[in-house]
Structure formats: structure tokens, C-alpha cells
């Protein structure tokens, strides 16, 4: 019998990834290349497009050579890409501009002014708050200081989109890549005329939107030949990686809540059409037609344990850094830590949010740091938990995946914070998993999204333990006075 294989492709902030899995969700092969950002001055956060579509081709081909996968084996490549990337690209399709990321802070001030004098009206016809993160913000800031890359472009991209043109000369965006540019009316799912004429854009230089099961054909010749793949191999539009990586894990019913932690980190949930808050601190992101992902992203994941380790110039492993921690009981012994080390989204949506040590004494070492840190950042997705709460629900199953997965501390942590079971995923390639899913769905090689529930090699769930439980519930309670008062003062 033939073996069959699917590949998910995800273009994320750190690093490109290719994955190639069973059907099953058995990974068979993987590649990944880190990108390279550049910071030109302060706040800002620049990628080469070139350098990750060169980079995307390469891990591609790696994986298929290390998974000795033959060309009739491979059914479909999957994208998944991380949001808010934007390139200037010129009549001649090529870049005038590097891409500016999510990171990249440079629209601080228009994205303030934006929020002051249009933010509810923005919040209720996009689902995506107002911030520098966000196309719309960098495009008025574009507009704004006349940059010229702006002034001359053809199109307006992100790298998703570029590879796709690069590779496929199309123009096409998938919903939730566009519904998360803050241009997209989301009860329409059409780009909105209100907001072109804020970021002062034409409809032709924004690409067609399209469903994340749309079939692409005819990869270019020499793509084809670098990648080591037949030019004929359909490729799958998939989504963001935020949907991905939940679709990935499987947290796709009701109650079924997903949390990513790497660098940065988000808590989201499935639901049915359009969902905002009262309070504007949770987005909505489209999927599909009839499905958005809710949730909030928060800056500070494991950075700001990477940060914690570099300022005490530590050189192990991050195992041997957190080891000690494991000794020290819940609440670090009073101290306490606020992770906005790299300003922040949800839940404050505060780009000068800083972060903050509460409580020290001279009894703290080390592992105390360290404890409180990876609390912080614990903390800080269980208040994001909570908007999200009480918008769909108590949530019944926490599903969990990205770097600090790896950490048996970290895991442990959240299920008694939550005070639920937390499942993870053997692989951590939830959102190339994702991706991979949804072209197997659009080829009608499985019969729904939900299907891939039967097809996620799960570890054994971690169980919380009730009196830590009811020591974080003291401790948010303090932890939640502090942000009120201290977001005064950022």
C-alpha cells in the first residue's frame, strides 16, 4: 500500500517550519530555519521577505529529504503564517519595503489617536482591537510621516501573501490573514471602504479574499525544482496560525479552550459567526464563513524567562534554570511578578505597559525569579482566560502547545491555576498540523475539521492539584489590584 503524506508549512516570527506527517498526525519529517529580525532603531522590528521565501523553499525540501518521502507520496502542502506582517510591494512585484511584523511598534502614537477617536466603532465592525500590531496602524503611519515605500507601492502584502504570489502569481489572502490586517469588515468578510480611506488605500492594492480551503495550482517550474516537488502538487490556503494551532490540538468544540506559549503566547477558543466583548479585550478572527477563533495574545511568554536568564548571565539549559524553581512553593513566597517586559496586548493593549517585580525581599534567590516569572506569564493568560470566560463560557478541556509545553513546571502550573486538566500534543506542530489538516479537507481526503480529533497523538493529561489551585486564586486576586493600579501609570 502507498504511503500517504501531508505537509504543513508555517511561517512563524522565529523561525520557518516544514513538517511532514502521517495521516494519523504521526510526524514523519521536519525541517526548520530561523529568520533573522532586524531592529533599525528603537521599537522597530524588520524581516527580509526574500530571506523567508528562500528559507520556506529550503525546509520544504529538507524535510522531504529527511522523511525520504517519494513525490507521489506527498497529497498536499498546508499554509499556516503568523499576522500583521506587511510589505510595500512595487508594480514590478517586488519588495520596496522589508516586512514590518507584529512586533513592530513604530505606529504607536497613530494606533493611540486611532483608538481615542474611533476605537469602538474599528473594535465593532473588525473584531481586532486597535494597536501598533496591526497593518491598518502601520499603513496611517505610513501615510502619515510619507513613507516613501508607501508612497509607491503597488500592492500591500503580507509574507503569507507574498510567498503565494512568488510561487503561484496570485493574489489572495485567506480570512483570518485579513480579518486580522484591522481592514476587513468581519460581519461582511469584504475589505471595508471606511477603513481604505483611513489607511488612504485603494480595494486593487489589497489581494482577493478567499476560503482557507482554497486549492492552488501550477507552483512555478523552478520552485517546484528547488523544493524537490512535482509542479502539479496542490497547495492549500489554511489560515492563520492561531486557528491552525487550534484546529491542531484539537480544540475546536465548545468548551475547548487552547493556549500557545512560546515567545509570545495567546489563549483562543472556536465559536460560532462574529463574538466581541464589552470591553474590547478579546479579538474575533475569522476561519471560516461560519467560524472565528476568540482570544487574546499577550507579549510576554517565554521572553521574558529568556530575559530573566540573560540578565542573571546564566549559561545552562533552560531545564537546569527552571529546576530549582520546582522547590519553591506557589506564590514564589510573595513575589511577584507583572511579565510586560515587551509592553503589551491583551488584556491592557498598552504598547508602553512595562514589566514589573512586587514583593522582594532579601530571602529571594534565584529560583524565587524564576517561579515568579513563569507565574507572571501564568497569570497573565488566566486574566486573559477570564475575558474570554465570560464571553463563551467556563472552558472544560485547556489544550496546550508552543515552547514552554516542554516545561513539566510550566504545564503543571497552568492546571492548577486553570484548575483543569491540560492536554498536550506529542509533536508541538500544532498550527503545521492544522494547516496540514485543512488541505486535507479541501481535497476531500477526510470528511470535516472536527475529524482530526481521531488523529492527534495526545500525551497523558495533567491533572491540577486543588490546594495550588486555591493558592492562585488568592494570589490572582492580588495579582489583578496590582494591574488596575499600576496601568495608570504606563
Not at 340 to 355: D, M, T
Amino acid at each position: 500500500m502507498t504511503r500517504e503524506v501531508v505537509i504543513g508549512l508555517d511561517i512563524g516570527t522565529t523561525s520557518v517550519k516544514a513538517v511532514v506527517f502521517q495521516l494519523n498526525g504521526k510526524v514523519v519529517s521536519e525541517s526548520e530555519e530561523l529568520i533573522t529580525s532586524y531592529y533599525p532603531k528603537q521599537g522597530w522590528v524588520e524581516q527580509d521577505p526574500d530571506e523567508i521565501e528562500r528559507l520556506a523553499v529550503k525546509v520544504v525540501r529538507t524535510a522531504i529529504e529527511q522523511g525520504d518521502i517519494n513525490n507521489t507520496e506527498i497529497l498536499t502542502v498546508g499554509f499556516s503564517s503568523a499576522m500583521h506582517s506587511l510589505i510595500c510591494i512595487g508594480k514590478d512585484r517586488q519588495p520596496l519595503s522589508p516586512a514590518l511584523i507584529w512586533a513592530d511598534g513604530r505606529s504607536s502614537e497613530q494606533a493611540k489617536k486611532v483608538k481615542q477617536e474611533k476605537g469602538k466603532m474599528l473594535f465593532e465592525k473588525t473584531g481586532v482591537p486597535i494597536h501598533p500590531m496591526t497593518p491598518l496602524s502601520k499603513l496611517i503611519w505610513m501615510k502619515e510621516v510619507g513613507y516613501e515605500p508607501y508612497l509607491s507601492a503597488a500592492y500591500f502584502l503580507s509574507i503569507k501573501e507574498y510567498l503565494l504570489l512568488k510561487w503561484f502569481d496570485q493574489r489572495i489572502v485567506d480570512y483570518s490573514m485579513a480579518v486580522s490586517t484591522g481592514l476587513l469588515n468581519a460581519h461582511s468578510l469584504d475589505w471595508d471602504e471606511d477603513l481604505l480611506k483611513l489607511a488612504d488605500i485603494q480595494r486593487n492594492q489589497l489581494s482577493e479574499v478567499v476560503s482557507p480551503t482554497t486549492i492552488l495550482t501550477g507552483l512555478k517550474e523552478h520552485i517546484a525544482g528547488e523544493m524537490g516537488v512535482d509542479s502539479d502538487l496542490p497547495f492549500v490556503m489554511g489560515a492563520a496560525d492561531g486557528q491552525l494551532a487550534n484546529l491542531g490540538i484539537g480544540a475546536i468544540s465548545p468548551g475547548e479552550v487552547a493556549i500557545t506559549a512560546g515567545t509570545s503566547g495567546a489563549i483562543r477558543q472556536f465559536a460560532n459567526g462574529f463574538n466581541i466583548t464589552e470591553k474590547h479585550d478579546t479579538f474575533s478572527y475569522a476561519f471560516t464563513k461560519e467560524f472565528s477563533i476568540i482570544g487574546g495574545p499577550t507579549n510576554n511568554g517565554g521572553i521574558a524567562l529568556q530575559w530573566l536568564k540573560e540578565l542573571l548571565n546564566y549559561e545552562g539549559s533552560f531545564n537546569e534554570f527552571t529546576q530549582k524553581a520546582e522547590k519553591v512553593a506557589p506564590g514564589a513566597e510573595g513575589l511577584l511578578f507583572l511579565p510586560y517586559i515587551n509592553g503589551e496586548r491583551a488584556p491592557l493593549w498598552n504598547q508602553q505597559a512595562k514589566g514589573n517585580f512586587f514583593g522582594m525581599s532579601v530571602t529571594h534567590k534565584r529560583e524565587h525569579f524564576v517561579r515568579a516569572v513563569l507565574e507572571g506569564i501564568t497569570l497573565n493568560l488566566y486574566q486573559i482566560g477570564q475575558s474570554l470566560e465570560n464571553l463563551a463560557g467556563a472552558p472544560d478541556k485547556i489544550y496546550v502547545n508552543g515552547g514552554l509545553a516542554r516545561s513539566s513546571l510550566w504545564l503543571q502550573m497552568l492546571a492548577d491555576m486553570f484548575g483543569k486538566e491540560v492536554y498536550v500534543s506529542e509533536s508541538h506542530h500544532s498550527a503545521a498540523w492544522g494547516a496540514a489538516w485543512t488541505g486535507l479537507v479541501a481535497l476531500n481526503k477526510v470528511a470535516s475539521f472536527e475529524q482530526i480529533k481521531e488523529n492527534i497523538p495526545m500525551s497523558t493529561p495533567i491533572v491540577p492539584n486543588e490546594s495550588n489551585h486555591k493558592t492562585y486564586r488568592e494570589l490572582y486576586k492580588k495579582y489583578e489590584l496590582l494591574v488596575n493600579d499600576l496601568v495608570k501609570h504606563f
